[in-house]
Structures are given as C-alpha cells and as structure tokens.
C-alpha cells in the first residue's frame, strides 16, 4: 500500500522523506535484492525479514541514528534510504550519513532531491551543524552525489571501515548548516 505525502517530513517536486517503519519492510528487502548488484561492493542493506526488522529497530529506537525512506511521490514506492548514523549532541552536533538507491531509481535524480530534503532536515529540525559522508574512494556514484548536493572533500581515511571482508579506505565529505544556509 503506497504511503500518503501527510506523512512526509519533507517534499521536494518528486519526492517526500520519511522515517522508516516495521511495515516497510517487504517493499524494502525486495528493492534490496533487486539491487544487490547495483550495491556490490559498496553496501549491504537487508534483504530479509529479519535483517530488516533489526535494522528498522536500531533506526527506529536508537537515538544516535535517523533513518529516512526517499520515496516517490507518483506511487509512494521507496527509491532509496538515507540514515544519519553516530549523531553527537552537544558542543558537536555532528552525524554521519550514509545511503543508497535502489536499482529501479537509480539515475534518475530522487536519491539528490532526497539527500536535499534529509539535509535541510538535519539542519532544521533536528538542529544538527554538521554532516559527514565516507566514502570509498572508488564509488563515483556516490561521490558524485555528494559533490552535487554541496558536500566538500574534507579528507582520507585509510582503511576506515570494515566492509565486505576488508579495512577499506574512504574519502571524508562533508558539510555544515552554515553552508546551506549561505550558499
């Protein structure tokens, strides 16, 4: 059942945000697999019932995390997720993004209005001042993204993050509400 617009945290021309829910999860595993091949070997998002309810769990319940569904305003279908992961209050007000499209999306421009809309949220909403992206420095994809909806190249981290079997280098993006609210 395609999800109404009341309940978008945001909307741009095409798409709407939202956060995630436990009923999401046959739509989303099923854009999972359909994607692994587009995600490989960047990431891994579930693709089952079970990995997803844990997932949804710790986006849903954990206060260092926000998840967001990027889905289509035409139909509702989810074309991707964006997750704020490692959220400090305080004096750093910071987070670390990370996402992904699914296949039947991807290239087509809703995963950049989507990045857009979760941006501004975490400015303004949710009063964060900083945003991160890592990288891997040969997902062109997603570096492009970033590029695109204003992050800069901060930095390189090598052998970052455990991914697919290995310590995997990754290119630092970033960006601040002062950024957005400037440029």
């Known amino acids: 059942m395609p999800h109404t617009a009341s309940r978008h945290l945001a909307e741009g021309p095409r798409v709407g945000i939202r956060h995630f829910t436990y009923a999401d999860g046959d739509e989303f595993t099923a854009r999972a ?3 692994k091949n587009l995600h490989h070997p ?3 998002p579930p693709d089952s019932t079970a990995a997803y309810t844990a997932y949804a769990g710790r986006l849903i319940e954990d206060p260092t995390k926000a998840g967001f569904l990027v889905c289509e ?5 989810i074309a991707g997720f964006i997750n704020i992961n490692n959220i400090v209050q305080g004096g ?3 987070g670390a993004l990370g996402y992904g499209a699914f296949a039947h999306a991807a290239g087509r421009g ?14 303004g909403p949710m009063r ?3 945003l991160e ?51």
Do not use: K
């Open 128 to 130: 964060l001042h900083r």
């Open 92 to 94: 750093f007000l910071s």
């Open 133 to 183: 992206i890592n990288v891997q420095p040969g997902n062109a994809a997603s570096i492009a993204l970033a590029r695109a909806c204003g992050f800069h190249l901060e930095g390189f981290s090598p052998r970052m993050l455990y991914i697919d079997g290995a310590w995997r280098d990754h290119q630092r993006w970033a960006i601040t509400a002062e950024t957005v609210t400037s440029g």
């Open 42 to 44: 960047w990431l891994f």
């Open 73 to 77: 305003l035409d139909g509702g279908g």
């Open 110 to 123: 809703l995963m950049r209005e989507g990045l857009d809309l979760v941006v501004r949220y975490a400015f």
């Open 33 to 35: 697999r359909e994607s």
